[in-house]
């Protein structure tokens, strides 16, 4: 089960840094960043390690099952953002 960000992300890349498969987007060397209302993780690419988790300052990052009920929908935001992100069908 995959790792979401909610929405107290404040785009700290803190869990950027600290990912060993690179699945968290975008970076702080993405063009998009400095727009970036939150970050991302993508589901296809994550390996369920929790380091992120363990460095995010605001406590956004949540397996996919633990989500508070009103953030639900946070876990198909990010699938859509990485969707996106390789022209799928949405």
């Given amino acids: 089960m995959a790792y979401v960000i909610g929405p107290p992300c404040v785009a700290d890349y803190s869990c950027v ?6 699945c968290i987007s975008p970076g702080p ?5 400095d727009q970036a209302e939150q970050l ?3 589901p296809e690419v994550c390996i369920d ?5 363990k460095v995010c300052p605001v406590l956004a990052i ?10 639900r929908h946070y876990e198909e935001i990010n699938r ?3 969707r996106e992100a390789r022209h799928e069908p949405v």
């Fill in 80 to 82: 859509d953002y990485f």
């Fill in 49 to 53: 390690c929790g380091a992120c988790v």
């Fill in 17 to 22: 840094e600290i990912c060993p498969v690179d």
């Fill in 29 to 33: 060397n993405e063009t998009s960043f």
């Fill in 40 to 42: 991302y993780i993508d």
């Fill in 62 to 71: 949540f397996e996919a099952g633990t989500l508070p009920e009103k953030w």
